[in-house]
């Protein structure tokens, strides 16, 4: 089945960047967006931005700049750089893609979370 990998969470200093990637795996016959969502405990996930098949990219209001992200087709992978991080940008980082897995209907999948902390 599909699975979707994040990677590069971790601990940085307020000011620091993180690079986080997502790959997909499995039976993938297309692809169409992919994305990021975060979320602190006892909140709701919220959308961080969304990379379209053909790479247009649409991002939330609070990323004011200080994030980017980009897409690979070739690997089936999104990244997302993040610059000039604040303690509040600390939460779970979810990678999200909307799959063909079987050559027919488009479904939604999640990956397990990357965390990141933001804090000196």
């Known amino acids: 089945q599909v699975q979707l990998v994040e990677s590069g969470g971790g601990l940085v200093q307020p000011g620091g960047s993180l690079r986080l990637s997502c790959a997909a795996s499995g039976s993938i016959f297309g692809i169409r967006d992919m994305g990021w969502y975060r979320q602190d405990p006892g909140k709701q996930r919220e959308l961080i931005a969304t990379?379209?098949?053909?790479?247009?990219?649409d991002y939330a209001g609070f990323v004011e700049g200080r994030f980017t992200a980009s897409r690979d087709n070739a690997k089936n992978t999104v990244y997302l750089q993040m610059n000039s991080l604040k303690p509040e940008d600390t939460a779970v980082y979810y990678c999200?893609?909307?799959?063909?897995?079987?050559?027919?209907?488009?479904?939604?999948?999640w990956g397990q979370g990357t965390r990141v902390t933001v804090s000196s």
């Open positions: 990379v379209t098949s053909d790479g247009s990219i």
């Open positions: 999200h893609a909307i799959v063909n897995p079987d050559g027919h209907a488009y479904i939604d999948y």
